[in-house]
């Protein structure tokens, strides 16, 4: 049994009888639907949450049919079974790879990856200025961590000249503080005259099946995040890469299908028909991207002058009552005032 | 001359290759320009670096994602700051920040998609664009190799940035595309610089095998014997993947696969290792190679014939930039053309699709089966040209469909007699683009060519990475 179906084995004995399958793939993939965040809470697999985002139906699927004919599990697809076969199967690999204690699906399977990307990215800098080597290609294209770890090195504290050192120093002192092997992280990183591994290549490297080496991987990143976060040691880079990781802006995502129906030209009355909703759902979404993103603009929905009305009107006080602004502006809708106001206020 | 000058101080070469002055010349001389230079020559520098002469921004057109990215690495690699790409990936927040200082950029990358939005046209109408430029131009006609619907609509784009000064960039280009390339951006006066598509350093063989067996043991003795490094084309992902499986059993262990189903920061981790000499063997969908510049890739391999010559040339080209001899091997088992006739099939929506969509106003984003984005995108430009030219939709794109098959079976099977002739395959291939075919040494497997060239001197194994991690780490960080 590869590690992956223990994981799998391991969560269908949780929900047995209770949840179908799905359930289980769901919680993996890290579905943010209500269902699946009481899942993850209720059965005390949380832990789990997201932490195989590789995942497809179709291997699933096939995962569990493949269970089923081993005799590792019985039942139909809504309600499985674990078998004594499966159980003993099950913690034999655990007993191989260890019960992967540090992983924190629920808590971290947002921060993670962008705390791994940021630190890839930061290794691969410093180690090629390490090198007074200018001359490589980013390691990842998200232009997000691009963008930050450019910010990170226009505004550190460490000097220049002394960030190999520093690096190298916390680096080491993490990894041997993290439970797995220290390569299971330090292989994927690329710097001056080595190029990272894939996850196929790592775990061939270090002679572990796929899917354990995966687990392995993100068991150690989850560990040296918690150390960062409850940890007392000085870390003082490590802790700047890992601090102000956001999700992206906060938009709901029917707020966010706004915007992109908006980015494509349509106006309020094409959206709300195109999307079945009301004019004013619309234009809750405009506000709330008004009052979140700090490059829109509100000048499609209202022109200059009016803005400067609503503003003069008092909208920059710190009385935000919209019904007597709405009584000096005759001539405003709601929405209009609110946006301003919205925007004021970001 | 000038351009000497910034050839050398900024992009560091001491010479042109054949047809980048020529283009460069009749830009600065501020003439539209259509150049087809073969592939692995630098088309990119074709409008680099006139951009530093022009006076306002350069915007070049690209179909792919991966070769804008790339193209704006390099870039970035040469100090280049002021490079920007605009697509569907960059996030809503990045993308509004961006437009709004888009008159600092030199280097606007866009897709053909995001010029049809009214937002980025709007933005990109307050600019005094110095040089429009369609990359890969050859994506805007049906008679060409990989015809994209939304490249149709560039000339009209154009026209609404003011027609600015127009280079048009191909590789694989027939008398007929180029004509249809001129059309359709309305180019009326144009220089065109059309460059032999003969790569003379890349010797041609091709193998037929009659036993699909017999073919993965060709495969695994090339590979063991031919000079390193190369790239190995398959038709599928899987097929890639179990060659690389193959390969490592056999002993090659410098293998790896890239395909598009991979996580884009795996097969970014492969560009990389290939590009740094780490791999032997790339196996590869058509996903890998553009835009990639690896000078010394000694071999192409292709296990499975590939869909037309066009895309044959531009595989194979990706071999010997720096000049070296070079080859490309082509393995064919009859009955392989079949799997192109099924891949082409699944690029178009099929007829109850069409129907769901056309006759009965689901959208397409609802249709079932889902659809595909290259499917999605058909549906929708050819419902909107339906309705533009007022004809019944169903009718018309099931039509255009019929019409496109047709033509890729047509290339397929332009492909296939390629494979089977008996002459000359490099005077076959030239004859196609309308070339004078001449002599040379070291041609094709009906010409005959010395093998020992391409042969692999000792073979070495290179010694397996004994480091250990901490070795590792002040590798990364020397010093104290």
Sequence with gaps: MRCLEAVIVNMLKEVEGG????????????????????????????????????????????????????????????????????????????????????????????????????????????????????????????????????????????????????????????????????????????????????????????????????????????????????GKEPLPFLRQVLSGITVSIPLTDSARKTADYLQKGLTVEQIAAARRLKRATIEDHIVELALNDPHFSIRPFIDEEKEKAVVKAGGTSAVRQLKPLKDQLPDHSYFEIRLVLAKESR | MIIDKILQKTFGFSSFRPGQRETIESLLNGSDTLSMLPTGTGKSLCYQLPAYLLEGPVIIVSPLLSLMQDQVEQLKLMGEKRVIALNSFLQYEEKNSALARLHQYKFIFLSPEMLQLPHIMHALRRLTVALFVVDEAH???????????????????????????????????????????????????????????????????????????????????????????????????????????????????????????????????????????????????????????????????????????????????????????????????????????????????????????????????????????????????????????????????NQVRTTLLARKAEKRLQMKRWVESDGCRRAAYMQLFGEEPHMQPQCCDRCGFDRALYKAGRQDEAPAEQMNWRERLNHLFPGQ
């Design chain 2, 139 to 397: 994506c805007i006609s049906q008679w060409g190799y990989d015809f994209r619907p939304d490249y149709r609509l560039l000339g009209r784009a154009r026209e609404m940035l003011g027609s600015p000064l127009t280079l048009a960039l191909t590789a694989t280009a027939d008398e007929k595309v180029r004509r249809d390339i001129c059309e359709k951006l309305s180019l009326d006066k144009v220089n065109e610089w059309v460059f032999s598509v003969n790569r003379p350093n890349i010797a041609v063989d091709v193998q037929v095998i009659q036993d699909p067996l017999e073919k993965q043991k060709r495969l695994t003795e090339l590979v063991r014997v031919l000079q390193k490094p190369g790239i190995v084309y398959f038709s599928g992902r899987k097929a890639a993947e179990e060659a690389v499986m193959l390969l490592k059993n056999r002993g090659i262990k410098g293998a790896a696969f890239y395909h598009g189903g991979m996580d884009a920061g795996e097969r970014l981790l492969i560009q990389h290792q290939f590009l740094n000499g780490d791999l032997d063997v790339v196996c590869a969908t058509s996903a890998f190679g553009m835009g990639i510049n690896k000078e010394n890739v000694r071999f192409v391999l292709h296990y499975h014939m590939p869909a037309q010559m066009e895309a044959y040339l531009q595989e194979i080209g990706r071999a010997g930039r720096d000049g070296q001899p070079s080859i490309a091997v082509l393995l064919y088992v009859p009955g392989d053309e079949r799997l192109h006739a099924f891949i082409a099939e699944s690029e178009f929506p099929d007829e109850g699709q069409i129907r769901q969509a056309a006759e009965e106003g689901i959208q397409p984003g609802n249709v079932l089966p889902p659809l595909s984005e290259t499917q999605e995108r058909f549906l929708t430009h050819y419902g909107k040209a339906a309705d533009e030219q007022g004809r019944p939709k169903s009718a018309f794109i």
């Design chain 1, 19 to 230: 949840r179908s399958a799905s359930s289980v793939f769901h919680l993996l993939k890290g579905k943010k639907s209500a269902q699946t965040i009481q899942d993850a809470h209720l059965y005390k697999l949380s832990k789990w949450f997201q932490t195989a985002p590789f995942l497809t139906m179709d291997t699933f699927d096939q995962i569990i049919g493949q269970l089923l004919e081993a005799g590792c599990l019985t039942g139909e697809r809504q309600r499985l079974f674990v078998t004594d076969k499966g159980l003993g199967e099950m913690e034999a690999s655990f007993d191989r790879t260890g019960n992967f204690s540090f992983l924190s699906g629920w808590r971290l399977a947002g921060t993670a990856p962008v705390f791994f990307s940021r630190l890839q990215l930061a290794v691969q800098v410093v180690s090629h200025f390490a090198y007074s080597d200018r001359t490589y290609y980013p390691v990842t294209r998200d232009e997000q961590v691009q963008h930050w770890v450019k910010q990170f090195f226009k505004q550190n504290s460490i000097e220049k000249k002394a960030m190999p050192g520093q690096l190298r120093r916390e680096l080491a002192y993490v990894l041997e503080k993290q439970p797995e092997h220290p390569d299971c992280l330090l292989l994927r990183f690329s710097g001056h005259g080595q190029t990272g591994r894939t996850v196929e290549q790592a775990a061939e490297m270090l002679q572990m099946e796929a899917t354990e080496y995966w687990f392995r991987f993100l068991n150690s990143l989850h560990a040296v995040i918690g150390l960062l976060m409850h």
